[in-house]
């Protein structure tokens, strides 16, 4: 099946979890995933080549290229700008795009790839786990 | 799906109000922990609380499908109502033909319900017989020729049964239609994999292939990555007079970000390449690229390019 940022995502955080990021790909390959993940961005970032910038991916691509200790090497405001035109002034809340319903996945995905930019006023996240380094903290104090 | 106005319509009885429903005992559902409760219209509850009472006592009767099928409509995504419908499918042994299309109405309103493509897998595999799906498909790609979905039933269809005949044929129509269809590339790269493989032949064909459609869309991501993707094997700079075609379309003012990407690669692999006379020259041509990429082509990009150009005058001095 096609690249996905979603899933890529999900690859990379599964492998960053499990303490193996280093070591699974080869140089070649890990230089090509930076790439990949690099070219999504077009103002915010898209989940496949050719398709419409989308939300959700300014934390699906976002958090892969923090894990991928690359995440320094995109335009940041572009990014930002584009979280936070996909506000809905109306309701509140975030859509995938601006002008469109907004819903509690993007909203949350937006508010997260937020957080990655090191937005005032938001928690920082952990970027495998997707939850804030408080909670994170929290669930390592539950297990002790 | 799930309209409000459906309680006003004549033809809804509430199961409450149904007589031969009278004999279970509807079960609400338990949202006293509820942080932020959901206002379930009322058809929406009365159905869900009789559901949960068949589904509890495990009642595998007509009635209760008929039931799955009200309470399918109004949450296509629950999916322990498609988990029980498949008991009473197989138990009561009804058709899996009108399945199939109760199936299909409700893709075509929600194409993107993981639910609804999972049950349709299930029914083909029940039934053995694919007829009808690669039409399915193609139907529901005719609405969005990127469904994630779709694509992936599509793949199995044609891996389970054999279907790859006429395959390149239709992604070979859909490139014609748009040239930037991702999923139609994907699609190209899964069936010659999966069939003649990559023989010097068909890399020979395919690298034309796709340079032509570069050549009518210099600036298409899908078709450079495709490119990228099947000289894997190769090596970039002297496979297939590539670096020809590429500098070719750089002199004809050609600034696609792609073409300059790929001319980057084949200059840092003569570059780091020890047996290569000319590799002193490959590298200040691969920075300049990089140079013209980060601050006019692929400004967006820049940090990016800037890494890369690090990089490569890293690469170049520990391969001395």
């Known amino acids: ?11 990379v955080a599964s492998l960053a979890l499990m303490k193996r990021l280093d070591g699974t790909f080869s140089d070649v390959k890990l230089e090509g995933l930076k790439r990949w993940c690099v070219q999504r961005q077009q ?21 892969t290229l923090k ?53 005032p006023g938001l928690l920082p996240v952990d970027p495998a786990l997707n939850i804030s380094l408080r909670a994170v903290q929290h669930l390592h104090e539950l297990r002790h | 799906m799930s309209d ?18 009278r004999d279970v005992v509807p079960l609400r559902q338990d949202d006293d922990a509820s942080v932020v409760a959901i206002a379930y219209s009322e058809k929406f509850s009365d159905v869900f609380d009789y559901f949960r009472a068949v589904l509890k006592a495990d009642e595998r009767s007509e009635r209760a499908f008929h039931l799955t099928t009200d309470a399918a409509k109004l949450n296509p995504a629950n999916y322990t109502v498609w988990h029980f419908r498949r008991i009473l499918l197989k138990e009561l042994t009804l058709s899996l033909d009108e399945e199939k299309r109760f199936c299909s109405d409700i893709i075509r309103e929600e194409p993107k319900n993981y639910q609804l493509w999972y049950h349709r897998r299930i029914l083909v595999e029940w039934m ?19 469904n994630y979905h779709t694509w992936s039933h599509r793949q199995w269809l044609i891996k389970e049964f054999n279907l790859w005949d006429g395959e390149l044929v239709y992604i070979d129509e859909l490139l014609r239609q748009d040239v930037r269809n991702n999923s139609a590339w994907n699609q190209r790269y899964f069936v010659i994999s999966s069939t003649s493989g990559w023989t010097p032949d068909v890399l020979k064909r395919d690298a034309e292939y796709t340079v032509q459609f570069i050549k009518k869309a210099p600036n298409n991501e899908s078709a450079w990555n495709y490119l990228s993707g099947i000289v894997v094997g190769q090596r970039k700079s002297t496979y297939g007079g590539l670096k020809d075609t590429c500098l070719e379309m750089l002199s004809n003012h050609i600034q696609s970000p792609h073409l300059l990407s790929f001319l980057v690669d084949i200059y840092e692999e003569e570059a780091l390449d020890r047996e290569n006379d000319s590799r002193n020259d490959s590298l200040p041509q691969a920075l300049e690229l990089c140079r013209k990429l980060g601050s006019e082509v692929d400004t967006i990009r820049k940090k990016y390019w800037d890494y890369r150009s690090r990089k490569l005058e890293q690469d170049y001095r520990e391969s001395q």
Not at chain 1, 94 to 115: C, E, I, Q, R, V
Not at chain 2, 4 to 19: I, Q
Not at chain 2, 128 to 146: N, W, Y
Request: charged share 25%; hydrophobic share 30%.
């Open chain 1, 67 to 119: 894990l991928l200790g690359c995440y320094d090497m995109i335009e940041k405001d572009f990014n930002r700008g584009y979280v936070l035109e996909a506000q809905s002034p109306m309701t509140g809340g975030l859509s995938k795009y601006h002008d469109t319903h907004p819903d509690a996945l993007h909203s949350y995905l937006g508010l997260s790839g937020l957080s990655l930019l090191g937005e």
């Open chain 2, 128 to 146: 053995g017989d694919p007829s009808g799906e690669l039409d399915f498909t193609e139907a529901v790609l005719e609405q969005d020729s990127k």
């Open chain 1, 1 to 11: 099946m096609e690249s996905h940022g979603g899933s890529t995502f999900c690859a």
């Open chain 2, 4 to 21: 409000p106005e459906d309680d006003k319509s004549d033809a809804f009885v509430l199961y409450r109000d149904r007589p031969e429903w």
């Open chain 1, 43 to 63: 103002t915010g970032f898209n989940g496949r080549p050719n398709k419409p910038v989308d939300t959700c991916y300014s934390f699906w691509v976002g958090a």
